[in-house]
T-cell receptor
């Protein structure tokens, strides 16, 4: 099983460029998430989606956009990249709200992004 | 504001030792406390989780101890092995956030554990 797949794995962007991080899951999960992980800071929620066509902001949404046109895909768009967006980005999914026993959040392997 | 405070930042033990990672929270509405394990170059994976109606939960060599009155919980790894070397994150959430059906997970900053052979 592929689980949660993210692309690209690594990317270097110049300041002001834009790009899209792709995420797809094959577990038929309703909930999908984007987190960023900075050294020593844990994971911060950027955006999440509870189903196709429904998205909402997390803790740190500024500078990002998302869309959810299908159950499987949840791309993250970075507009006008800034050095502060240098981070590791994780896409994740869960069948339901991932906060109950038995509702596991599954993470992808991450996308390393550097903005120079 | 860090909703979940985790310590220590790093931890080194010898094989067979019992590393202990501690977390504290302020929001008494939190009712779900998972621990995630992350190996280098990989995404976090759920290790073990607990609800506040129990004081301890064991799964294999991993144990969560929960102290509701102190608003603290900890992860113990019995008979630690080099393969346990990873970063561990505690987290907490409410089952439902006000105005949303998503219980948002708040993560600690992580503990990098190294187990020497």
């Amino acid at each position: 099983n592929a689980g949660v797949t993210q692309t690209p794995k690594f990317r270097i962007l110049k300041i002001g460029q834009s790009m899209t991080l792709q995420c797809t899951q094959d577990m038929n999960h309703n909930y999908m998430y984007w987190y960023r992980q900075d050294p020593g800071m844990g994971l911060k929620l950027i955006y999440y989606s509870v189903g196709a066509g429904i998205t909402d902001k997390g803790e740190v949404p500024n500078g990002y956009n998302v869309s959810r046109s299908t159950t499987e895909d949840f791309p993250l768009r970075l507009e006008l990249a800034a050095p502060s967006q240098t981070s590791v980005y994780f896409c994740a999914s869960s069948y339901s709200a991932g906060t109950g026993l038995g509702n596991t959040i599954y993470f992808g392997e991450g996308s390393w992004l550097t903005v120079v | 504001q860090q909703q979940v405070k985790q310590s220590p930042q790093s931890l080194i033990v010898q094989k067979g030792g019992i590393p202990i990672i501690n977390c504290a929270y302020e929001n008494t509405a939190f009712d779900y406390f998972p621990w995630y394990q992350q190996f280098p170059g990989k995404g976090p994976a759920l290790l073990i989780a607990i609800r506040p109606d129990v004081s301890e939960k064991k799964e294999g060599r991993f144990t969560i101890s929960f102290n509701k009155s102190a608003k603290q919980f900890s992860l113990h790894i019995m008979d630690s092995q080099p393969g346990d070397s990873a970063t561990y994150f505690c987290a907490a959430s409410r089952s439902f956030d006000r105005g949303s059906t998503l219980g948002r997970l708040y993560f600690g900053r992580g503990t990098q554990l190294t187990v020497w052979p």
